[in-house]
């Protein structure tokens, strides 16, 4: 058995056996442990405006917008231990974008030190990145984090322990792998970076929390999940497994394009805040002009009647969210509108062959590869291998499920529809 076959067993295994094995600890949900500090969720999201990264703008802006959905002492008490959970996909500098900014870090850690808490910054980064000490260090570092908890005097997670966490509310997934800070943590701070996403269209607050699961785990969950919907549905039970208590958006500069990693910096120019990730991810999404419908996390929050169809209930303070939104924004390669990605398309949902045909699917550029293996180790399907010094996908085993281009820092991996794919979706698109 391979890598991938390994790895979906112990995902099946996670979702299915009732008690603690693979040498771990099983543990009941947390959850009830991290409800609101004011009890139910209000679903409140506010927005403040934030030209650029100057530290005392954003520190302003970042004290403005939780001040407005309750002020800090909503989320978290003093003496009480705060994860603060960034989008750290990969160690990379700043001003690429794929990361949550340091500057927003900074003010998310001081504000909560300040109030008295003892702050921790931790996360595990995307699937190609093994959950080690050293490849922690180097992600922090290339992405300022360890800069920012000198600075501060706060925690930088390096603990790479994880344990099972039994969640029978779950719907796909009833135990999950969690990494020890998030376990340990009284509460858990998200700040994630408004950005596109190339399989789930966007990558917001519900996605981000997929950093809680380690390292080389993470495979294990594409090769179960092989689609939006199902993928989206874990994601859910993972926040809802989870509930974060603060929810913090970077949208000064976003990623658009062929994002989590391979897009371009976008200038939306704003921070939001909330305490509940659905709302956060209704904003974000109009922020970067989609329809919150249309990203499966969100259907799926209201198929479970934790929003309404309408998205009503959603309380905005601050700035109007139209003056933020950005019309233009760019979408990944797979967006062809709602209704007509291939997901949501009548005709090509008949049969998985058709939509292997459509979709996009992954090519080396042997001229840029540096042969690093990190594709290699993010397929959760065996799908690439490693010749003569350059990654080699094998098409045939290929799931389309993007890890290896979401993974490759180098851009040596492109999108491409075949020949056939083509002439497709150009019927779907054309009629």
Known sequence: MGAAGNLYHIVASLSLQPDGRHGRISRHSPAVQRESMGGAVKRVVSVVRCDDYDCEDVCTAVRRSIDLIGGIGAFASPGQTVLVKPNLLAGSPPETCVTTHPAVVYAVAECLRDHGCRVIIGDSPGAGMPYREATLRRAYAASGYDRVAEELGVGL??????????????????????????LEADAIAVLSKAK????????????????????????????RFQDEESFSAMLVDLNELMRPRLQIMDAVIGMEGDGPHSGTPRKIGAILASDDYTAMDVATARLIGMDPLEIATI???????????????????????????????????????KGRILRHNSLLRLTRFFGRLYALQPEIRKDVCVGCGRCERACP???ITM?????????????????????????????????????????????
């Open 196 to 223: 596109t996403h190339n399989w789930t269209r966007m990558t917001g607050a519900a996605k981000n929390l997929f950093g809680l699961i380690p390292g080389l785990e993470k495979p294990g969950f594409h090769f």
């Open 381 to 383: 399907v065996d799908a």
């Open 299 to 337: 259907a799926h929050a209201v198929r479970r009647g934790l929003v309404r169809e309408d998205l009503g209930g959603i309380t905005f303070l601050g700035e109007p969210l139209e003056e933020f939104v950005v019309d233009d924004y760019r979408k990944p390669s797979t967006y062809r509108g």
């Open 387 to 431: 010749a003569d010094g350059r990654a080699v996908i094998d098409l045939r085993r290929c799931i389309r499920c993007y890890c290896c281009h979401e993974m490759c820092s180098d851009h040596a991996i492109r999108l491409e529809r075949s020949r056939i794919g083509r002439l497709i979706a150009g019927l779907a698109e054309g009629g």
């Open 157 to 182: 997670n390096l603990d790479t322990g994880h344990e099972i966490v039994s969640f029978p509310e779950g719907q796909v997934m009833k135990r999950f792998s969690i990494i020890n800070p998030a």
